[in-house]
Nanobody, 123 residues
Framework: QQQLMESGGGSAQAGGSLRLACGGT???????AAWFRQAPGKERQRVAQ??????TAYADSVKGRFTISVDETDTLYLQMNALTPDDEAIYTC???????????????????WGQGTQVAVSS
């Protein structure tokens, strides 16, 4: 179900920063929300996730550089710092509602998806 929309994508220089935002539906109290990315010729990768208790998890490739968060307007964010050319991809947000945590939420379980936004990183 595509009901989310990402914003904030664009281009940045290596070492720079971008902040992505995602919204479009009620999130609620119990959820797992995530950011995915996919570059041409590569598999889709989950880079960050967050649950309704504020627990977060990150892919090793972005740990320490990216931060996922959600605010009171039901907007999901991905703050991306220290960008590298390897971060260039289409970034997509996803949401599964009604779950207590992300522990048993697999990629195929997310119900709401965004259309994706392009992130380009130049060196």
């Amino acid at each position: 179900q595509q009901q989310l929309m990402e914003s904030g994508g664009g281009s940045a220089q290596a070492g720079g920063s971008l902040r992505l935002a995602c919204g479009g539906t009620y999130i609620g109290r119990r959820f797992c929300a995530a950011w995915f990315r996919q570059a041409p010729g590569k598999e889709r990768q989950r880079v960050a996730q967050i649950d309704g208790s504020g627990n977060t998890a990150y892919a090793d490739s972005v740990k320490g550089r990216f931060t996922i968060s959600v605010d009171e307007t039901d907007t999901l964010y991905l703050q991306m710092n220290a960008l590298t050319p390897d971060d260039e991809a289409i970034y997509t947000c996803a949401l599964e509602r009604g779950v207590g945590s992300c522990v048993r939420v697999g990629d195929a379980d997310y119900y709401f998806w965004g259309q994706g936004t392009q992130v380009a990183v130049s060196s």
